[in-house]
């Protein structure tokens, strides 16, 4: 009843709803309310505000309720995350999923502490211009790419990216893919930088990414960018791992 609640319209639109109101809705005492959402919140299946002391859907909701197959990624992906913790302990490490053309981080991990980016209901972040959304394209055909932006690239949600046209995105997409990972560094947002790699199911199908974003490279060049293309080739090592453990076998491509 309480899950029911954090998905209707209403919480969607307000972002978050409060003990009180969650009470109100479900006609529940209000005491009742707040230990059952106290204890959701410590299997991370709901996530409460710090500012509005609201509760919305939590990071780990997904794992439960999705279809075995999804679940198994989501899982997988926690453990990748963590391992990319260790070799990375200044990052944040994120699993990243791609819709039409648009990317959604159900949660993060930094510092061996786990938190929420963006809701399921979000509305995302432009996957053109971001080292995670490069990586779950790269398996897309100029042709794929074309369809998917029609109109051109929605360059008004990242004016300082680079990526201009999307004959600009083939090129990058090409990069990515020949190297295994994407990498960006101030595409999105200044001084965003980061390296991401695709996770592959049994059928060789990207399913996520993970992402590790980074806030301690070297301020100079090219140290900069040498050391993002040894973190990316790090990354997608670890990754393949994981995509093997998922029964992917790679193979030459003649």
């Given amino acids: 009843?309480?899950?029911?609640?954090?998905?209707?319209?209403?919480?969607?639109?307000?972002?978050?709803?409060?003990?009180?109101?969650?009470?109100?809705?479900?006609?529940?005492?209000?005491?009742?309310?707040?230990?059952?959402?106290?204890?959701?919140?410590?299997?991370?299946?709901?996530?409460?505000?710090?500012?509005?002391?609201?509760?919305?859907?939590?990071?780990?909701?997904?794992?439960?309720?999705?279809?075995?197959?999804?679940?198994?990624?989501?899982?997988?992906?926690?453990?990748?995350?963590?391992?990319?913790?260790?070799?990375?302990?200044?990052?944040?490490?994120?699993?990243?999923?791609?819709?039409?053309?648009?990317v959604f981080l159900p949660y993060?991990?930094?510092?061996?502490?786990?938190?929420?980016?963006?809701?399921?209901?979000?509305?995302?972040?432009?996957?053109?211009?971001?080292?995670?959304?490069?990586?779950?394209?790269?398996?897309?055909?100029?042709?794929?790419?074309?369809r998917m932006y029609p109109d051109g690239l929605p360059l008004e949600e990242a004016p300082h990216c680079t990526v201009r046209t999307v004959v600009d995105l083939v090129k990058v997409i090409q990069r990515a893919r020949a190297d295994g990972y994407a990498a960006t560094d101030g595409q999105y947002q200044p001084g965003v930088v980061g390296a991401a790699a695709p996770l592959r199911d049994q059928a060789g199908t990207i399913v996520a990414a993970l992402n590790v974003t980074f806030a301690h490279l070297p301020a100079a060049q090219p140290e900069r960018q040498t050391e993002l293309e040894a973190a990316g080739r790090t990354i997608a090592r670890t990754v393949n791992s994981a995509s093997k453990r998922l029964g992917w076998i790679p193979f030459p491509i003649a």
């Fill in 1 to 102: 009843m309480l899950l029911e609640v954090l998905t209707s319209p209403e919480a969607q639109r307000r972002g978050s709803l409060g003990v009180a109101r969650v009470a109100a809705i479900t006609g529940l005492d209000q005491s009742v309310v707040s230990r059952a959402l106290r204890a959701l919140e410590a299997e991370g299946v709901v996530v409460r505000d710090a500012v509005s002391k609201g509760y919305s859907l939590g990071w780990r909701l997904p794992m439960l309720v999705a279809p075995t197959a999804v679940s198994a990624v989501m899982r997988l992906a926690d453990g990748v995350m963590r391992e990319l913790a260790t070799t990375f302990p200044d990052g944040i490490q994120s699993v990243v999923f791609l819709r039409n053309n648009r």
């Fill in 108 to 146: 993060n991990l930094s510092g061996g502490r786990v938190f929420p980016d963006e809701p399921w209901s979000g509305k995302g972040r432009p996957a053109f211009c971001t080292a995670p959304g490069r990586a779950l394209l790269c398996d897309r055909t100029p042709a794929e790419l074309r």
